[in-house]
């Protein structure tokens, strides 16, 4: 039975995008908005652009698109801003991150060269192969926090926001585990006063972020939202939040495959992932402390995905090993080799080779571009924006963020199914359960 829908805010006025690291990632989704705006290019891999979602019965034939189905804010409404340790403007960050031809990236030149970062709220000892340059100087990480809230109210003033997201696109940072600062809101408001060394840039972003009611959706592996005292800012504030990590390249592959062989009940022994790449990113992970971040972040999904103890005969103990190699010369263009080793009935080995000649930031940017859409939904809408984390956006992160009593779900399939249960839900449309005998009686 169809239910009543749910009470979601019109979009009206503009949509500032807010976002720490204004690197790859950024620049192909700022530019490539652009592009799209003026039919130079289409929103290749963007749910919200080209999706559709089906309604009702097979046979009711009804499938919108999903942007004509909800209310999402429209690309003409979006403005953007930032903040990095470079000083260079978003045209010259995007030539020199090499992810787009001069083709794309000239015509737009002045829209992208007005696009400058505000300076960084940075400590080096979170991103060690970076040298900030174009930094804030505080007295304290709370009188940081506040520089950047002022950034915040002072962009959405001049841009004549009505509303805001933050994007996070910044490096990966250093591995951090779980400290008291982070138990709850006020050891870490203390903690920001008093200079806890436990207190990543990241994380005051997501605090000044969260502070001003705006979402913050994490990019990167680092822990920034996944404490305690963020989500009980969250939910005071009532502010979605959502992480972490795109899921792009490997894992995306990853998360396509690994259920697919435990759908037909095929063994796996162990999974071996290689990559090169040379883009910026690259040369941040190759400092151990930040790639162990990534590691953590990538090495979850499969056992997640598998579940070896539902399934011991076929995935206990499988070997599952992942590494990443600066190679300067692929830049942002990384190949990525995957070995298989997997058996079949009766136990016979079997082995898959994956070459996967991958852009990242060409498969990151329609994930920004749907995230800061989402969100901003999320953000209209009391229904969920009282619940801080934003479950139902898994389909985006390799590590998704959940209730802290529930185990991540990384099924890409599944995912997909919990995001548009979610956006039937809210215009009180049936759930789809692909039960079907109706259709046979
Ligand atoms: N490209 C992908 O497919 C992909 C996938 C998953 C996650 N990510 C993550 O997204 C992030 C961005 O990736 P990228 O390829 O654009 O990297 P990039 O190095 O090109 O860009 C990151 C930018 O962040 C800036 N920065 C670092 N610390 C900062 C701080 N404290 N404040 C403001 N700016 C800061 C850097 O100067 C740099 O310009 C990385 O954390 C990466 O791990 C990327």
Redo the contacts with the bound molecule.
């Keep these: 039975m169809a239910a009543k829908p749910v009470q979601i805010a019109e979009p009206k006025g503009k949509l500032g995008v807010l976002i ?7 620049t192909t989704f700022i530019a490539g908005v652009e592009a799209i705006r003026r039919h130079l290019a289409e929103p290749i891999g963007s749910l919200t652009q080209m999706g559709t979602i089906r309604l009702g019965k097979r046979t009711d034939k009804r499938t919108p698109r999903i942007q004509d189905f909800v209310p999402l804010a429209k690309l003409d409404d979006l403005v953007f801003g930032g ?4 000083k260079d403007n978003t045209y010259e ?1 995007a030539v020199k ?1 090499g992810v787009l031809e001069r083709t794309l990236v000239d015509p737009i030149k002045p829209f992208l060269s007005r696009i400058r970062p505000m300076p ?3 400590e080096q000892k979170f ?1 060690k192969n ?1 040298h900030g340059e174009h930094v804030k100087k505080g007295r304290t990480k709370m009188h940081l926090a506040e520089q950047l809230m002022d950034d915040i109210d002072k962009f959405r003033k001049r841009n004549n926001a009505a509303r805001l997201v933050m994007i996070w ?4 940072e250093i591995f951090l585990e779980h400290r008291p600062v982070h138990a709850s809101l006020a050891a870490f408001e203390k903690g920001l006063k008093e200079n806890s060394p436990d207190i990543a ?2 994380m005051i972003y997501a605090y000044a972020a969260l502070r001003s009611g705006v979402p913050f959706a994490n ?3 680092n822990l920034t939202t996944d404490i305690p005292a963020m989500l009980e800012l969250a939910g005071q504030k009532r502010v979605p939040l959502c992480g972490k ?2 899921k ?2 490997q894992t995306l592959m990853k998360t396509i495959i690994a259920p697919g062989l435990k759908a037909r009940l095929i063994g796996l022994r162990g999974w071996f992932s290689t990559n090169i790449l040379g ?3 690259g040369e ?1 992970l190759d400092d151990p402390d930040s790639f162990r971040t ?1 590691e953590e972040s990538k090495l979850s999904v499969l056992e997640y995905i598998l579940q070896p103890e539902l399934y011991p005969q076929l995935y206990k103990g499988f070997c599952h090993k992942v590494r990443i190699n600066y190679y300067p010369p692929r830049g942002d263009n990384k190949e990525g080799w995957d070995n298989l080793d997997i058996f079949g009935w009766l136990g016979y080995p079997m082995q898959i080779k994956i070459d996967f000649l991958c852009r ?2 060409i ?2 940017a329609p994930i920004v571009l749907d995230l800061v859409l989402f969100m901003d939904l999320a953000q209209r809408c009391p229904e969920l924006a009282r619940r801080g984390i934003q479950e139902w956006l898994s389909f985006y992160f390799k590590s998704p963020m959940c209730a802290p009593k529930l185990y991540p779900e990384h099924d890409l399939f599944i995912q997909l199914m919990k995001l548009k249960n979610t956006l039937r839900y809210l215009r009180g449309e049936e759930l789809i359960t692909h039960l079907g005998l109706e259709y046979y009686d």
Excluded: E, H, Q
């Design positions: 720490p690291g204004m690197g790859a990632v950024a903040w990095d340790i470079f960050a991150a960084a709220v940075f991103v970076l696109c910044g490096s990966t840039p990241s990019g990167a592996p990590d795109y792009t390249g883009n910026r990113d941040v990534k990242d930031s498969l990151a």
